[in-house]
């Protein structure tokens, strides 16, 4: 029996030490890595033949066993070693195929267990593909949030108006509404096609003639501007004593032009919280773009153009009201006019 286990370490002629053990080795590399070309598993100690025996009883090839089980330990270590540096080179790509499935779960959780209410808000900024900076109407503080999966990224722009959720881990962008589905929508009508004339209202025949030449003309004959080599306003003011025909003069010019007729109420501007004044007046001027030509008629428009205060002595609602008008003329005369 001993001499049997010591011949098992018997090389045969046409092969090394080196080479039958790395090719014993190479035997299980099909195992792990479904005959992966790179795979290379380093050979173990060479055992000298004199280890075998054991040096306190004299026994030839004694600790023979021993180190066959050395041995196949380290094959199984180093397999395992292989394994564990594929699965992490693999883990950032599963991570982002399951973070997906984890949303998706968390959000449909979310909607059974507490009813599905939603919260609508807009994007202030993206800050990479998974996280945007949002406002909600309720609350004047902005929010970092995470952006679910199923959100189309081109689509998460500021001003966008976004559905949010509220999951473990706080607030989440799980939806991007329309662009028609904001503020604007239930206090503006942009297709509204008045049906009112000059006839209708009476009298004031010196401001009709007004209010035709500086806003009917620019926009049925541009060229007579051009011509003349002068730019036409951008916007006229209306003042005077409710019910003396404002509105309904501004809408006779809307008529006589075919201009769609945007009716703005000045107090609906301020009485907002923080930001969302500036916001309202961009998202009604893009309306006006999206239906040109359109007339936007800024109902009581004294509330936020007031005279100006000292800013060290300006309440917080002053400067709201001073951002607002600051983006009203932005919008209508712009910084490249």
């Not at 598993?41 to 066993?65: F, M, Q």
């Amino acid at each position: 029996m001993m001499a049997a286990s010591v011949e098992a370490f018997h090389l045969p002629p046409s092969c090394s030490a080196v080479q039958q053990q790395q090719q014993q080795y190479n035997s299980h590399a099909g195992d792990v890595c479904d005959g992966d070309a790179d795979l290379f598993l380093r050979p173990p100690p060479l055992i000298a033949r004199e280890l075998l025996d054991d040096r306190d009883t004299g026994s030839v090839g004694e600790n023979a066993d021993l180190f066959q089980q050395l041995i196949s330990l380290e094959k199984e270590l180093a397999l395992i070693e292989r394994k564990e540096e594929r699965l992490t080179f693999e883990m950032p790509d599963l991570i982002k195929e399951v973070q997906p499935l984890e949303d998706e779960y968390e959000y449909e959780y979310y909607t059974a267990t507490v009813g599905g209410a939603l919260v609508v808000g807009h994007v202030v900024d993206t800050v990479d593909e998974s996280h945007a900076i949002v406002a909600t109407d309720d609350n004047p503080r902005l929010f970092c949030v995470p952006v679910i999966g199923g959100v189309e990224r081109d689509l998460l722009k500021p001003a966008a108006n976004v559905v949010l959720c509220m999951t473990s881990l706080g607030l989440a962008v799980i939806g991007v509404l329309p662009a028609d589905s904001g503020w604007a929508v239930p206090l503006v009508t942009a297709t509204e096609r008045p049906d009112v004339t000059y006839a209708d209202v009476a009298g004031l025949d010196e401001q009709k003639q007004e209010v035709l030449e500086a806003i009917e003309l620019p926009l049925t004959h541009p060229e007579l501007f051009s011509g003349a080599g002068f730019e036409a306003p951008r916007g006229v003011l209306l003042h005077g004593p409710p019910g003396t025909g404002k509105t309904m003069l501004a809408r006779a010019v809307a008529h006589h032009t075919s201009a769609a007729f945007i009716h703005v109420s000045g107090s609906e501007l301020v009485h907002r919280h923080l930001g969302e004044g500036p916001r309202m007046v961009r998202e009604v001027f893009q309306t006006a773009r999206e239906n040109a030509p359109a007339i936007i008629f800024f109902d009581e428009v004294d509330a936020i153009a007031a005279a100006r205060a000292d800013s060290d002595d300006a309440s917080a609602a002053d400067r709201e009201v001073y951002r607002v008008l600051l983006e009203l003329l932005a919008q209508m005369d712009g910084f490249d006019q």
